[in-house]
């Protein structure tokens, strides 16, 4: 099942550390989504990106945070000096194209703050 | 703002029941609606979706229904099966997903 790929499942990070969260998309799927979701809450779209190019990162905070999708390799979402806030789970989805076809979620990164 | 809501936090349902969870959105420049299932500790998974030029889309036991005029749209599963208890989101899409908040389904043997 090539499905979407995300690693690792579980992270822990001291304050002030740096996280980075890996998302293999599907085989063929060119288009990334980033989404946070926090406990008790539906999923927050934080960022979509195409190979290499960011289409809209409307719901990614400015600082702290950033993201990408290289050419080759994976696509990575990094958080520079985490803060407590920054615990949550965030899911990884990748889709063919952005006309509604439904994007395919990975199981997610869960990122704890020590 | 909430673009998308799930009013109901949970829904319990005896199991060979219809369960319906229902999801209002606010933006009538939505064109595609999707719903997705999740278990806890993994990812979303799709089930079905709709485009807002159609009113209803049947896939198995799983029926999506929209009426554009209430803006609102619902998901019927009959017969409800112990499988199907999970969480369920509502999803609009504009490319990226506006999710509601989920509605958690139990279904009781």
């Known amino acids: 099942n090539a499905g979407v790929m995300q690693n690792p499942r579980h992270l822990v990070r001291r304050r002030g550390q740096e996280a980075r969260l890996r998302c293999s998309p599907v085989k063929g799927h060119s288009h990334v989504y980033w989404y946070r979701q926090l406990p008790e809450e539906g999923l927050k779209f934080m960022v979509y990106?195409?190979?290499?190019?960011?289409?809209?990162e409307s719901g990614m905070p400015k600082e702290r945070f950033s993201a990408e999708f290289p050419k080759e390799g994976p696509s990575i979402l990094r958080i520079q000096q985490v803060v407590r806030g920054d615990s949550a789970a965030y899911f990884c989805?990748?889709?063919?194209?952005?006309?509604?076809?439904?994007?395919?979620f990975g199981d997610g990164t869960r990122l704890s703050i020590l | 703002d909430q673009q998308v809501k799930q009013n109901s936090p949970s829904l319990s349902v005896q199991e060979g029941r219809i369960s319906i969870l229902n999801c209002d959105y606010t933006n009538s420049m939505f064109d595609y609606f999707l719903w997705y299932k999740k278990y806890p500790a993994e990812g979303p998974t799709f089930l079905i979706s709709?485009?807002?030029i159609k009113d209803k889309n049947e896939d198995g036991r799983f029926t999506v229904f929209l009426n554009k005029s209430a803006k609102h749209l619902s998901l019927h599963i009959v017969p409800s099966q112990p499988g199907d208890s999970a969480v369920y989101f509502c999803?609009?899409?504009?490319?990226?997903?506006?999710w509601g908040a989920g509605t958690k389904l139990i279904i009781k043997p």
């Open positions: 990106l195409q190979k290499e190019n960011i289409i809209d």
């Open positions: 999803a609009a899409s504009d490319y990226q997903l506006i």
């Open positions: 709709i485009s807002s």
């Open positions: 989805a990748s889709s063919v194209d952005s006309s509604g076809q439904p994007q395919h």
